[in-house]
């Protein structure tokens, strides 16, 4: 088990709400959302209870890769505002009891980018990856684009070099393979810690850093990625030690250890390639990659799905990580199908929000999956979104639907669009809609976050023991709630423990107990609270 490391309070109690900031709020009417956008709608944020925002990168970019290629790390986007005008968001939020997270692009940068375009002309830069002149590098490789010879080596799209971290094997027959503690690579650890000094010191709380693990190249058992992160780690905590540092690596037990505060359950990474979160969510639509398990999900209506994966995933991360940090559990992301996809029905919503708000897991929300959003198919590419045949992520980075108006408030120009749906739905869940529903979707979401604060034992500190690991899911939290859970159709029951009949109820529907056994309908759920011990 690793050494418990000292990192920010704040981060155990937190409820994340991922932004995407060309999509949340357009505050100008462009058809593009921006800081100010946001600004306005704090205020559904702090009703809602979320206590920390994520905003994907909002740094200026050519937006091949919707910001994800950084043209330059210390200026913000001018489609989302100013620089003051996030300093004005972060001021703001701190008033609502708000942190805000950036988005830290660390192994490649844009192909505009002025690091770069100097070493495209200048053999002797060494911050990206260069193969030789003689045609002798490895398959995929890009031709230099300017007086460089050679090639240099992309970490996602084209337009996008991978920026020299080094590798772990090297080899004199391969020259590119330099070793990590060369000066190209020294140079670019120097620069992520400038990039994180500058907005902490502009008030930021912390990163969540995309493609974490992609780093240090042909690093088998991550090895140096680790003790990269390792370094930055030790840095951040003496320079910035309420700052928080999450990963999108998908692999926590390796991640945490490595020096992250906190790594996301994701539809990749790991041992299993992304089972944990795909073995609750994904139903096969939407977002899909045909290499993954085509085994059916746990919230998959037909009951064929099961929670062990998840929980095995769960137990395996948990008992690597210890104390030294934290699992984040998503509803969806900007590059995965929202929870409403395809065969899914809004009522089989609430199910999933109570055990991703009650299990002990920080949970991440996505914008607009607290009003049951629909992932969209068949959008048009739009600024890299479509990845395949069956991989079109512009369907989950739709414009956040606050109201009745045709495209929720956001421009209809043509000239304008980004990921407005092409014919929206009139019968879509909207913000303003649900917020006069006492009974929607949003206000369970809100209930569950509220009681998940006042509750500690809801959180991760509280203890977690598994009473039925079948239909229904059922649980207890730190000896005093008990979680019951039913993502199927059909209805489900399982024997009771010794002592329910004083339980009460909490939140939920269509759950009943008896003094022999828990009975659920189909999709209930339902949170009692247990009595205490005489």
């Not at 079948?470 to 859970?485: A, E, K, Q, S």
Request: glycine content about 10%.
């Amino acid at each position: 088990m690793p050494t418990p490391r000292t990192g920010p309070s704040w981060l155990a109690d937190a409820v994340l709400y991922q932004i995407y900031p060309q999509s949340f709020a357009d505050s100008d009417g462009d058809g593009i959302g921006d800081f100010n956008g946001v600004i306005e709608r704090l205020d559904h944020l702090s009703w809602l209870g979320v206590n920390t925002i994520w905003l994907n990168p909002c740094f200026v970019s050519p937006f091949r890769d919707a910001g994800y290629d950084v043209s330059d790390y210390f200026r913000v986007a001018p489609r989302y505002g100013t620089g003051d005008d996030l300093a004005r968001l972060v001021e703001a939020a701190r008033g609502h009891g708000i942190r805000v997270l950036l988005d830290l692009v660390a192994g490649h940068t844009s192909d505009e980018h002025p690091w770069f375009r100097a070493s495209a002309d200048d053999p002797s830069d060494h911050r990206y990856i260069w193969a030789a002149a003689d045609g002798s590098h490895p398959p995929g490789f890009v031709p230099s684009p300017g007086t460089r010879p050679g090639a240099y080596l992309p970490n996602f799209f084209e337009s996008q070099p991978a920026l020299n971290f080094g590798y772990a094997r090297t080899d004199p027959d391969q020259p590119w393979r330099q070793p990590v503690d060369a000066d190209g690579p020294r140079a670019n650890r120097a620069a992520l810690r400038d990039i994180m000094d500058h907005w902490l010191g502009l008030g930021l709380s912390g990163f969540r850093v995309d493609m974490a693990s992609s780093l240090v190249k042909d690093d088998p058992g991550m090895r140096e990625t680790t003790r990269l992160w390792t370094e930055l780690r030790a840095w951040l905590d003496r320079a910035h030690p309420d700052a928080a540092l999450l990963a999108e690596w998908g692999d926590p037990a390796v991640s945490v250890p490595a020096g992250f505060h906190a790594d996301f359950f994701l539809q990749f990474g790991g041992p299993t390639d992304g089972l944990p979160m795909r073995s609750l969510w994904n139903n096969h639509e939407g977002t899909v990659l045909d290499h993954w398990d085509p085994a059916d999900c746990f919230f998959d209506a037909g009951g064929n799905g099961s929670p062990r994966p998840f929980v095995e995933a769960w137990r395996h991360a948990t008992a690597a990580i210890g104390g030294a940090g934290h699992i984040s559990l998503p509803t969806s992301n900007h590059d995965f199908a929202r929870l409403a996809c395809g065969a899914r029905t809004p009522e089989q919503l609430p199910a999933a929000f109570a055990l991703q708000l009650t299990w002990p897991t920080l949970p991440a929300i996505y914008y607009g999956d607290e009003i049951g959003m629909r992932y969209i198919p068949g959008l048009p590419d739009t600024e890299g979104s479509v990845l395949g045949p069956r991989y079109n992520r512009a369907g989950s980075r739709t414009p956040m639907q606050w109201d009745g108006g045709p495209n929720a408030g956001f421009s209809t120009a043509p000239a304008d669009r980004l990921y407005l749906p092409v014919d929206p739905d009139p019968s879509r869940p909207t913000v303003a809609g649900q917020r006069a529903d006492p009974g929607s979707l949003l206000h369970l979401v809100r209930r569950l976050i509220a009681l998940r604060a006042s509750s500690p034992e809801l959180r991760g500190e509280g203890a977690t023991e598994i009473l039925h690991d079948g239909f229904p899911f059922t649980y207890v939290r730190g000896g005093r709630f008990l979680v019951v859970v039913n993502p199927r159709r059909e209805p489900a029951s399982t024997p009771a423990p010794p002592g329910l009949a004083a339980a009460r109820a909490v939140e939920g529907s269509g759950v009943t107990l008896t003094a022999d056994s828990i009975t659920s309908d189909g999709f209930a759920y339902g949170i009692y609270e247990l009595p205490r011990p005489a």
